[in-house]
């Protein structure tokens, strides 16, 4: 089975597992990838953003939301009230997963599997156990998957404070709150793009609450 666990180093800080990372090879999508595209952020953000994975432009760069869907996270945050400085921002997969596109190279973004996700969940949970936040903010389904199991529904677990499960390693559950992917604003046809925005500040309003 794929798993990321044993290339993550026992003890090491925030920078040693992001130059771990960069070597790994838990699941087959280090092939494509350009590279590990591990979390941003200080050690002692009180909010910590998981999304879903890397996408063209964060494959490119090597960090985090820097693409179109880093654009409106970032608009976000600010109407929320969440301060960037006080946020790590990672994904639940740490490598872009993507086709070609039949002529072109323009690389079209795939969802990952649950075996990827499960994969690469150990370098999700061993950010979460060094950093430590108040609040965990799943950006949609991926994301929601990787932190409460495949069951998870964004629609329906939405906006409210959840229980975060311990990862297993005994640390104790902090809060989550899951929205949707600030992608999916993007994606949004133009009649839906102002309420599906709306809904994002509003669900990154409730970890703001958290907080204060
Ligand atoms: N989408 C994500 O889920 N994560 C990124 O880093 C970029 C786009």
Redesign the pocket.
Known sequence: DYDAGPFVPVGADLQGLRDAAAGCRGCPLFREATRT?FGSGEASARVVLV?????DQ?DRKGE??V?P??GVLTRALAEAGIDPAEAYVT?AVKHFKFERQERGKRRIHKAPTLHEISACRPWLASELRLIGPEVVVA??ATAGKSLLGSSFRVTQQRGVPLVLPPDGDGEAGGTLVATI?P?AVLRADAAARAGAYAGLIADLGVAARLLD
Do not use: C, I, K, R
């Open positions: 595209v999304g879903e994975q890397p996408g964060e985090p939301f693409g869907a880093g994904n950006l949609g992917h992608s």
